[in-house]
């Protein structure tokens, strides 16, 4: 490669970076803004559409997040997904830019883990391959109409993902996290569906 090219080059991957740094830190800001009642209001509509859906009725081994304070609450997930004896996974970061899924066996096996965010116990977890997963509940900071996802900047999912080959990735958000274009790289992974509490995207 010419090092015309390659300066042409890394100027498009900085531009990309920033166009990414801008995006999440309007979103985060977006998501801050929201009251406790818009919060459990649109959460519970965009849970109620999810726990609706044949892809989550359907599956047996699904995981997902355990919610920040910001984020769409997925409780609820959690006490349907036991209440129908579903397997139930977290993730887990088990090393730099490495994660795993963790089985959940009931609500009392979360303890708060090393980076703040509730994970299985350590003398609990059991591993799930993540090709076994049959839907995977994906966060992100936003996404797109094409079903484009900007992560959250760890880089964790993308790779995870890339092993869940099985695996249906549905993404739920609040509707102002859908953009008409989100900035993305090869590596970047896409969702197959994306719940917000106005509309179902597939």
Same mark, same amino acid.
Request: proline fraction near 2%.
């Given at each position: %490669? /010419?090092? $015309?090219?390659?300066?042409r080059?890394k100027e498009?991957?900085?531009?990309l %970076?920033?166009?990414k740094?801008?995006l !999440?830190?309007? %979103?985060?800001?977006?998501?801050?803004?929201?009251?406790?009642?818009?919060?459990?209001?649109?959460?519970?509509?965009?849970?109620k559409? *999810?726990?609706?859906?044949?892809?989550?009725?359907?599956?047996k081994?699904?995981?997902?997040y355990v919610s920040m304070?910001?984020?769409?609450?997925?409780?609820?997930?959690?006490?349907?997904?036991?209440?129908?004896?579903?397997?139930?996974?977290?993730?887990?970061i088990v090393?730099? $830019?490495?994660m795993?899924?963790?089985?959940?066996p009931?609500?009392?096996a979360l303890?708060? $883990?090393?980076? $703040?965010?509730l994970?299985?116990?350590?003398?609990? !977890?059991?591993?799930?391959?993540a090709?076994?997963?049959?839907?995977?509940?994906?966060?992100?900071a936003?996404?797109?109409?094409?079903?484009? /996802?900007l992560?959250?900047?760890?880089?964790?999912?993308d790779?995870?993902?890339?092993r869940?080959?099985?695996?249906?990735?549905?993404?739920?958000?609040y509707?102002f996290?859908?953009?008409?274009?989100?900035?993305?790289?090869?590596?970047d *992974?896409?969702?197959?569906?994306i719940i917000?509490?106005k /509309?179902?995207?597939?």
């Amino acid at each position: %490669m /010419r090092h $015309g090219q390659l300066l042409r080059l890394k100027e498009i991957l900085l531009k990309l %970076m920033e166009e990414k740094i801008l995006l !999440r830190k309007k %979103m985060r800001t977006r998501r801050k803004s929201l009251t406790e009642i818009e919060r459990e209001i649109f959460s519970n509509e965009i849970v109620k559409k *999810f726990l609706a859906q044949e892809v989550y009725q359907n599956s047996k081994i699904i995981m997902a997040y355990v919610s920040m304070a910001e984020e769409v609450q997925l409780q609820k997930i959690f006490i349907d997904a036991f209440a129908r004896k579903k397997i139930l996974a977290v993730p887990l970061i088990v090393g730099k $830019g490495e994660m795993q899924a963790v089985e959940v066996p009931n609500f009392d096996a979360l303890e708060i $883990g090393e980076f $703040g965010i509730l994970t299985v116990r350590a003398d609990l !977890r059991k591993f799930i391959d993540a090709e076994k997963l049959n839907c995977i509940i994906v966060p992100g900071a936003a996404f797109d109409l094409n079903f484009n /996802r900007l992560g959250l900047g760890g880089g964790y999912y993308d790779k995870f993902l890339a092993r869940a080959a099985n695996a249906k990735k549905i993404a739920l958000a609040y509707d102002f996290q859908i953009v008409e274009k989100v900035p993305t790289e090869p590596h970047d *992974f896409k969702v197959d569906m994306i719940i917000s509490e106005k /509309r179902i995207l597939k």
